[in-house]
T-cell receptor, first 118, second 110 residues
Framework: DSGVTQTPKHLITATGQRVTLRCSPRSGDLSVYWYQQSLDQGLQFLIQYYNGEERAKGNILERFSAQQFPDLHSELNLSSLELGDSALYFC?????????????????FGSGTQLSVL | KNEVEQSPQNLTAQEGEFITINCSYSVGISALHWLQQHPGGGIVSLFMLSSGKKKHGRLIATINIQEKHSSLHITASHPRDSAVYICAACEETSGSRLTFGEGTQLTVNP
């Protein structure tokens, strides 16, 4: 058990809909990262939050947004869903940032949310 | 050309064999991660390297910064090592952004 909790584990929805994925980081971890894993694109970094603020942005679509709350849990919002958004979405957390490169800390991954858009 | 390339893409071994998975990257990095993805989909971080070598049990990871190359070795492989192994580079200029290799599917037969 990594200590990172993601809900829900599975989500089935229709095109055009909006969903929210939730992530609770390991106790004490300040950074939360979101990743998308699809069959054709592999793993891709979406976005990172550190202690409530956006720290780094990757290949995140404008239809997607995220935030990190004061209790450090994070939510990834996906809207106007398309078939191609079907993927496994992971979040990960890491420890307190000792500098600007938070990903020099070991990452702890949640078990992922499998999103199916029909 | 991908910024992070792994080889081989697929690897089948017999139990007990020594296994090497390679990762090459084309950008300057601040760290390189090795991840293991189980058949059920869960991802475990095995190592985070910025120089030299790390060992944990039967797993050894090395990195050569000058050659922009890292290797993951598994000694005395076991069927439970069967998984996808993924390397991910943290670019120097991108802060926390990781760029992932395509992964190596390892199957260890009894």
């Amino acid at each position: 058990d990594s200590g990172v909790t993601q809900t829900p584990k599975h989500l089935i929805t229709a095109t055009g809909q909006r969903v929210t994925l939730r992530c609770s980081p390991r106790s004490g971890d300040l950074s939360v990262y979101w990743y998308q894993q699809s069959l054709d694109q592999g793993l891709q970094f979406l976005i990172q939050y550190y202690n409530g603020e956006e720290r780094a942005k990757g290949n995140i679509l404008e239809r997607f947004s995220a935030q990190q709350f004061p209790d450090l849990h994070s939510e990834l919002n996906l809207s106007s869903l398309e078939l191609g958004d079907s993927a496994l979405y992971f979040c990960a957390s890491s420890g307190p940032d000792r500098g600007t490169r938070a990903t020099n800390e070991k990452l702890f991954f949640g078990s992922g949310t499998q999103l199916s858009v029909l | 050309k991908n910024e992070v390339e792994q080889s081989p893409q697929n690897l089948t071994a017999q139990e007990g064999e020594f296994i090497t998975i390679n990762c090459s990257y084309s950008v300057g990095i601040s760290a390189l991660h090795w991840l293991q993805q189980h058949p059920g989909g869960g991802i475990v971080s095995l190592f985070m390297l910025s120089s030299g070598k790390k060992k944990h049990g039967r797993l050894i990871a090395t990195i050569n910064i000058q050659e922009k190359h890292s290797s993951l070795h598994i000694t005395a492989s076991h069927p439970r090592d069967s998984a996808v192994y993924i390397c991910a580079a943290c670019e120097e200029t991108s802060g926390s952004r990781l760029t992932f290799g395509e992964g190596t599917q390892l199957t260890v037969n009894p």
